[in-house]
Nanobody
Framework: VQLVESGGGLVQPGGSLRLSCAAS????????MSWYRQAPGKERELVVR????????NYADSVKGRFTISRDNAKKTVYLQMNSLKFEDTAVYYC?????????WGRGTQVTVSS
């Protein structure tokens, strides 16, 4: 099982990034997918979750209206479009796959918002 995040980097406030998480080794279309983030000195927090078929999403209040999650089950990939980035969005972003008692995590990608 692998979840590999990509697309992180350094961006100025107000800028955009698109994260990707490519999955392999499990039945991607049967799993809910989530993006989490962890800032230095803080606990890991849920950013957004998308259901297995993509019909349901749940966003943290801090990112509503700025971030959009999507998934392509044919490509076994989940995306996070991040717009209007703020300093406080700086964190390592992780994707997570979950179905029943099965949970898989990626290793994360760093997002740094700085001027």
């Amino acid at each position: 099982v692998q979840l590999v995040e990509s697309g992180g980097g350094l961006v100025q406030p107000g800028g955009s990034l698109r994260l990707s998480c490519a999955a392999s080794g499990f039945t991607f279309s049967s799993y809910a997918m989530s993006w989490y983030r962890q800032a230095p000195g803080k606990e890991r927090e849920l950013v957004v979750r998308i259901s297995s078929a993509g019909g349901s999403t749940n966003y943290a209040d801090s990112v509503k209206g700025r971030f959009t999650i999507s998934r392509d089950n044919a490509k076994k990939t989940v995306y996070l479009q991040m717009n209007s980035l703020k300093f406080e969005d700086t964190a390592v972003y992780y994707c997570k796959a979950n179905r029943s008692t099965y949970t898989y995590w990626g290793r994360g990608t760093q997002v740094t918002v700085s001027s």
